[in-house]
């Protein structure tokens, strides 16, 4: 009775999040509804990051019939929510140390998770694999093109778009896999006493050794900067092991994807859940690809088909 439930806003899933306050302080309630296939990959995935070290909230209780998880309070400040704050002289140098932070962490799943995850593990049983990024894109071919645009590509541009999506899905599926978190942007990651902190891990799973960091530097709702961009790539790639140029490559091809992707994600908030502002997200992921695209000369031949049918969108 002495414990007082506050409604907080979630992500665009259907979980449902509180704010519990009592005596003792603040704890935040998740309920998951049926099925419950998420709570398990949150409990799992909970255990790997503790385990490595990871800055994740500690885990209070769990109760498995109800869909019901308390977690520790990281507070409301995102990563996001903490940047545009910023002002002044100190703000360059606040932003990239929080981005070092972040690159540390991609670093840290990539070397110490494998360790901890067991065969039976929800990471370890899913992938972001080829029929993932298939999925994915005809997804956003559907709620974006479709849906969004309300297009219908002429039969020879509707195979070329084909052609496009499933080569891309076959070049991010080819690269090495690790361990991601798989939403790894600004909007899940919390900023405490000047700390990182990891929420909306639960369907962390083995993927591209780039796609968290495409998640994190080609972040559809924030500007990183070019500049900052390229300092963290170049980080990422020494710290990983991997030659510089070949890291680049990599990650413009996943974070391409992971660009598309979003765009279906945010047609789909809006068209059908009347989630309308995720909209404002879509202009500065347009922007992402059409550079990302522009670096390669081997997107000449379907440039113009790209440009009619997603980067001419302006709302």
């Not at 979630?10 to 419950?36: C, E, K, Q």
């Not at 996001?80 to 540390?104: I, N, P």
């Not at 799973?205 to 998640?215: E, F, Q, V």
Request: glycine share 8%; aromatic share 8%; with cysteine.
């Amino acid at each position: 009775p002495s414990v007082r439930l506050t409604a907080v806003a979630g992500d665009a899933s259907s979980r449902r999040f509180y704010r519990a306050r009592g005596s003792r302080g603040t704890a935040i309630v998740m309920i998951h509804p049926p099925p419950l296939e998420d709570l398990s990959a949150f409990v799992t995935n909970h255990r790997i990051l503790s385990e490595i070290g990871a800055p994740v909230p500690p885990l209070i209780a769990v109760d498995e019939r109800s869909g019901v998880v308390i977690v520790g309070d990281l507070g409301d400040r995102t990563l996001q929510r903490h940047l545009l704050g910023l002002s002044g002289r100190r703000a360059a140098a606040a932003k990239r140390d929080l981005y070092r932070q972040a690159c540390d962490l991609i670093v840290l799943f990539q070397r110490r998770a494998p360790g901890a995850m067991r065969g039976s593990d929800f990471a370890a049983r899913n992938a972001l694999d080829g029929d993932r990024f298939r999925f994915e894109l005809d997804h956003f071919h559907r709620h974006f093109v479709g849906g969004l645009r309300r297009l219908r590509p002429r039969p020879a541009d509707e195979r070329l778009l084909r052609r496009f999506y499933d080569d891309l899905a076959r070049e991010c599926t080819d690269l090495p896999r690790v361990y991601c978190h798989r939403d790894f942007q600004s909007r899940n990651l919390m900023v405490r006493r000047g700390r990182i902190h990891l929420i909306d891990f639960q369907d962390a799973r083995m993927g591209p050794y780039t796609y968290d960091a495409a998640s994190l530097l080609r972040d559809s709702s924030l500007d990183v900067g070019e500049d900052l961009a390229r300092e963290m790539i170049d980080r990422l790639a020494r710290d990983l092991g991997c030659g510089p140029e070949e890291f680049r490559r990599d990650f413009d091809r996943v974070a391409l994807q992971r660009n598309i992707k979003d765009l279906g994600t945010f047609a789909y908030l809006a068209t059908e859940r009347g989630l309308v502002p995720y909209l404002g997200y879509v202009p500065r992921t347009i922007r992402s690809i059409r550079e990302n695209l522009v670096r390669s000369r081997r997107y000449d031949p379907i440039y113009a088909c790209l440009e009619e049918h997603i980067l001419s969108y302006t709302g």
